[in-house]
């Protein structure tokens, strides 16, 4: 009886087509819609395997409860980055979040950070702890405020809504962030980024008026 019949061709394509539709589910681009508040939960564990990436897991002793929520997963979005975070954002004082940007910096992810002038000087705010590590920060001299609140990563996916990255908003408003991959909708986010980067630039900044020389 000759080996590889029609049983086994049938079969063959049958594995293919199934092997091909898994593939097609793992393609499909992320979009993920998160409500807050979120109930306090512990995030050690996140952040400790983003330390040491296959580590032993750590037993943490607070008594916060573990799992789900949308705070880990928007954690767990953001810990993803492999190559680069461009973070735009009127209120920066989550110390999760936080750690975890000051987690990519040593990994070797780059991280460049565009806030507002007025919120970054406030009690709380990570924005001086992460320039300090290394990080690089620029902010407005507007009369405005610099309100977006938006995040990229690796340059592909998007993190966008409501939510300051501030304990109180996080656990107490209600707030919507939005996490997709889909260029249409990243690459004006980025040339917004690019755009207020440059526009920041150190060297544009004007400390006195031209009356004051």
Same mark, same amino acid.
């Given at each position: 009886?000759?080996?590889?019949?029609?049983?086994?061709?049938?079969?063959?394509?049958?594995?293919?087509?199934?092997?091909?539709?898994?593939?097609?589910?793992?393609?499909?681009?992320?979009?993920?819609?998160?409500?807050?508040?979120?109930?306090?939960?512990?995030?050690?564990?996140?952040?400790?395997?983003?330390?040491?990436?296959?580590?032993?897991?750590?037993?943490?002793?607070?008594?916060?409860?573990?799992?789900?929520?949308?705070?880990?997963?928007?954690?767990?979005?953001?810990?993803?980055?492999?190559?680069?975070?461009?973070?735009?954002?009127?209120?920066?004082?989550?110390?999760?979040? &936080?750690?975890?940007?000051? =987690? @990519?910096? $040593?990994? *070797?992810?780059? !991280? %460049?950070?565009?806030?507002?002038?007025? +919120? #970054?000087?406030?009690? &709380?705010?990570?924005?001086? =702890? @992460?320039? $300090?590590? *290394?990080?690089? !920060? %620029?902010?407005?001299?507007?009369?405005? +405020? #610099?309100?977006?609140?938006?995040?990229?990563?690796?340059?592909?996916?998007?993190?966008?809504?409501?939510?300051?990255?501030?304990?109180?908003?996080?656990?107490?408003?209600?707030?919507?962030?939005?996490?997709?991959?889909?260029?249409?909708?990243?690459?004006?986010?980025?040339?917004?980024?690019?755009?207020?980067?440059?526009?920041?630039?150190?060297?544009?900044?004007?400390?006195?008026?031209?009356?004051?020389?």
């Amino acid at each position: 009886m000759r080996a590889g019949g029609p049983g086994a061709l049938l079969a063959l394509a049958l594995g293919l087509a199934l092997a091909l539709a898994a593939w097609r589910r793992r393609r499909r681009p992320l979009r993920e819609v998160l409500f807050f508040p979120s109930r306090p939960s512990c995030t050690e564990a996140l952040l400790a395997e983003a330390a040491e990436p296959g580590g032993e897991p750590r037993p943490c002793p607070c008594p916060l409860p573990r799992g789900d929520s949308p705070f880990s997963r928007l954690l767990r979005r953001l810990l993803s980055a492999r190559r680069s975070v461009d973070i735009c954002l009127f209120a920066f004082s989550s110390p999760q979040l &936080g750690r975890a940007v000051q =987690l @990519l910096h $040593r990994r *070797g992810v780059r !991280v %460049r950070i565009v806030t507002d002038a007025q +919120y #970054m000087g406030l009690r &709380g705010s990570q924005i001086g =702890l @992460l320039r $300090r590590t *290394g990080i690089q !920060v %620029r902010h407005d001299q507007e009369g405005g +405020y #610099m309100h977006h609140k938006f995040a990229i990563v690796d340059g592909r996916t998007l993190i966008t809504g409501s939510l300051n990255w501030t304990t109180h908003a996080i656990q107490n408003n209600r707030e919507n962030v939005l996490v997709l991959e889909d260029a249409e909708y990243v690459k004006p986010f980025l040339e917004e980024f690019e755009r207020i980067w440059e526009e920041y630039n150190p060297s544009n900044y004007t400390f006195f008026s031209k009356d004051d020389k």
